[in-house]
């Protein structure tokens, strides 16, 4: 049950890495006028599964946590990290969806959404090292 939490994480990061290389192609091709094709549904289908599977993995951290030790946010850096990607969650989902469903040019809003879903990457690969850290810590 433990080790539950850092697969799916994992996997989440991995899925987020494969939509953000997705997303690449459409930003190139917007702003460097590179000729590319963007498989638009395959980032939207993709996107939706990374923020999901994050979301999941957050709840299932805590969940297991109250489990296990019977408290939650004793994990430092680890939980501080994961309750601020929680908003970037929110905003990245939203503006993904709002995109989706209402398509049309724009400048902003999808320079807003990579950038929110990218920092959210960067938050994602930086759990990995307070993640270990966490497994050293209580785990092992």
């Not at 590179?34 to 993995?57: C, E, Y």
């Not at 004793?74 to 995109?99: E, Q, R």
């Not at 990457?121 to 307070?130: D, E, G, K, S, Y």
């Amino acid at each position: 049950m433990l080790w539950f939490h850092p697969a799916l994480q994992i996997f989440a990061t991995l899925v987020g890495l494969y939509a953000a290389s997705l997303g690449m192609k459409r930003f190139l091709a917007r702003h460097f006028e590179m000729r590319t094709r963007f498989p638009w549904k395959r980032h939207v289908t993709v996107g939706q599964i990374a923020l999901s599977l994050w979301l999941l993995g957050m709840i299932g951290g805590m969940t297991v946590a109250r489990l296990k030790w019977e408290v939650n946010f004793v994990t430092g850096a680890h939980y501080k990290t994961a309750f601020a990607m929680l908003p970037l969650l929110i905003l990245g989902g939203a503006s993904g969806l709002y995109m989706d469903k209402k398509k049309a040019r724009r400048k902003i809003l999808p320079l807003a959404h990579a950038a929110c879903n990218l920092i959210l990457l960067a938050l994602a690969l930086w759990q990995f090292r307070t993640g270990f850290q966490v497994i050293k810590d209580f785990i092992l």
